[in-house]
């Protein structure tokens, strides 16, 4: 229960990451203007996102996708923490609410 309650969670917040991303949502444009990234990576970022939240839902049929899916997820928002360092952000909070829910689904899922 536990396990579906966390994968649920995670999906959803990179569900709504992945669709404020696609749709040009300004939140997304100004994270990527303070970490000094290309804008035209909107689309590639986004869908990476879509494909970790789907892949978390298919983990529920296919167990091996859905631990995939949460290790691309933990590697995702590895580099989004190297991206806030790198410009000196420590505005942290929203990637640690995402990463968090990244690991927790990857351990519960091993």
Request: positive net charge.
């Amino acid at each position: 229960m536990l396990v579906a309650v966390v994968t649920v969670v995670a999906a959803v917040f990179t569900g709504i990451a992945a669709v404020s991303y696609l749709v040009g949502h300004a939140y997304p444009k100004a994270q990527l203007d303070m970490k000094r990234l290309p804008r035209s990576w909107m689309p590639m970022l986004g869908g990476i996102l879509a494909a970790g939240s789907l892949g978390l839902l298919a983990g529920f049929v296919v167990p091996w996708v859905g631990t995939v899916a949460a290790a691309g997820l933990v590697l995702y928002f590895v580099l989004a923490l190297v991206a806030h360092l790198r410009v000196g952000s420590r505005k942290l909070a929203g990637w640690a609410v995402f990463f968090g829910t990244a690991v927790a689904t990857l351990v519960l899922h091993m």
